[in-house]
């Protein structure tokens, strides 16, 4: 499977410098040539239109951080799948454990925007993950079945669908799992994934939370960690290109 590298930007950069640092990820991956592996930028929304022009014919993806799951109508403040997409988006990560912490987003929730996002041909980022709390109470394999089961789309396969484990303690913590920790989730994950559908293997499962160049390689290269989501480190072009190359 081919590893997918994805920078979540957060609520980060102006303009200037989203568009100088997507450039920069675009130049590398096209000099690179034929490179092995999928690399993703999810800018806040209203860079999204301007990256779009930066990375215009390069293979770099264009994704959003978040979306409404409705159609057309009065949701001020809201931004729809459908605008999305024809802003340039190929993902949307949906179900963030920010959104689900500081807005409330739910299971069901992410669900129907999962779903919103698929049905305009991109692809959704479910993402998962445990409270520190619930890892200590061993309670980390329940969680992650419960979320996932709840947040699932109802139509899925490797195309449309990629799964971030993001262990909520971990994100901007500096703070990772052990190698085996994370094993243990993503077998989890893929297992439950397969019982879901029959066309589950190719669905990518991507480990996010306090990835950086020191510890990409040993991580990514866990069995069942198909790449990474990672934000902090992602805003640093360096930081961000020797997380890529560590998948080769
Ligand atoms: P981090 O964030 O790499 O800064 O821990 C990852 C994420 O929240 O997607």
Redesign the pocket.
């Known amino acids: 499977m081919k590893p997918l590298l ?1 920078a ?1 930007w ?1 609520m980060n950069l102006l303009r200037s410098e989203a568009e100088a640092l997507a450039a920069e990820v675009g130049q590398h991956v096209v000099e690179y040539g034929d490179i092995n592996f999928d690399v993703l930028v999810c800018p806040p929304f209203i860079h999204i239109a301007a990256i779009n022009e930066i990375l215009a014919g390069s293979p770099v993806a264009l994704g959003a951080q978040n979306v409404n799951q409705n159609g057309f109508g009065a949701h001020t403040g809201e931004v729809n799948s459908e605008m999305l997409k024809q802003s340039g988006c190929s993902y949307v ?1 949906v179900g ?3 959104r689900r912490a500081n807005h409330s987003e739910t299971d069901e929730l992410t669900r129907l925007k999962a779903e919103s996002v698929i049905s305009f041909g991109m692809t959704a980022i479910v ?1 998962l993950g445990e409270t520190l709390a619930e890892r200590e109470e061993k309670k980390t394999l329940q969680c992650i079945s419960k979320q996932l089961s709840g947040s699932l789309p109802s139509q899925f396969n490797g195309q449309n669908l990629v799964i ?1 484990y ?1 262990p909520v303690w ?5 703070l990772t799992p052990n190698l085996s920790q994370i094993e243990e989730v993503h077998s989890e994950i893929r297992s439950q994934l397969n019982k879901y559908s029959n066309d589950a293997n190719d669905v990518r499962i991507l480990y ?5 160049p020191a510890n990409s390689k040993t991580i990514l290269s866990v069995k069942n960690v198909d790449g ?7 805003l640093n072009f360096n930081d961000f290109w020797t997380i890529c190359l560590s998948v080769l």
């Open positions: 994805a979540n957060k990560i963030h454990s920010e993402c971030a993001e971990a994100i901007g913590s500096g996010g939370g306090s990835v950086n990474g989501l990672i934000g902090g480190a992602s």
